[in-house]
């Protein structure tokens, strides 16, 4: 069974904090990968996708993979309390016509404290 | 640029009833995807189709029928709705090589 697996949370922050949020996954052969925010009430929406081993940042949020240790993470610099919500991770399946699939973590529930 | 909707976005149905949930979307993205999201099991794909007349089963399709006869349409039906199906439908698309997948705003289904 192909699996993303990640702390469901709640993760607690100080506002102004770095909230660093984990994923790691079981497919081995998966090259891309995403994190979605999803507010209550609404749909996930794409924040980060990152395809190489290292970083990439963009604006403050900065997204690690590191492929050897199947894991990916989510580093969210000054938190705001309208970070507040619930991050998944996505992992693309790697067989047959199925590529364009993806697996989506449960999620980890963050709340940015004023 | 209304990117991908769905309708109704919220319906209340009695059990046994046919209902088909609608998704369409403006960017011609070849990958639709159906999933359902309940609380402890996160998103589950249902259906996906890579292509108009090209559908295939996802991890929880029984129950459910898709047809996708143009590029921008992807309609869900549930063809006797159980009660057990009463979940938050998404509707998904991606065109760009890197797999990226949209979503559209979703449809509150609950079946009585």
């Known amino acids: 069974q192909k699996e993303v697996e990640q702390n469901s949370g709640p993760l607690s922050v100080p506002e102004g904090a770095i909230a660093s949020l984990n994923c790691t996954y079981s497919d081995r052969g998966s090259q891309s990968f995403f994190w979605y925010r999803q507010y209550s009430g609404k749909s996930p929406e794409l924040i980060m996708s990152i395809y190489s081993n290292g970083d990439k940042e963009d604006g403050r949020f900065t997204a690690q993979l590191n492929k050897a240790s199947q894991y990916v993470s989510l580093l969210i610099r000054d938190s705001q309390p309208s970070d507040s919500a619930t991050y998944l991770c996505a992992v693309n399946r790697d067989y047959g016509g199925s590529q364009g699939n993806l697996i989506f973590g449960k999620g980890t529930k963050l709340s940015v404290k004023p | 640029d209304a990117g991908i909707t769905q309708s109704p976005r919220y319906k209340i149905t009695e059990t046994g009833r046919q209902v088909t949930l609608m998704c369409h979307q403006t960017?011609?993205?070849?990958?639709m995807f159906w999933y359902r999201q309940d609380l402890g099991h996160g998103l589950r794909l249902i259906y996906y189709?890579?292509?108009?007349?090209?559908?295939d089963k996802g991890e929880v399709p029984d129950g459910y029928v898709v047809s996708r006869s143009k590029t921008e349409n992807f309609p869900l039906t549930l063809e006797s709705a159980t009660r057990s199906q009463t979940s938050v439908y998404f509707c998904?698309?991606?065109?760009?090589?890197?797999?990226?997948?949209?979503f559209g705003p979703g449809t509150r289904l609950t079946v009585t």
């Open positions: 998904a698309s991606t065109g760009g090589l890197g797999y990226e997948q949209y």
């Open positions: 960017w011609s993205h070849s990958y």
């Open positions: 189709s890579a292509a108009a007349d090209i559908t």
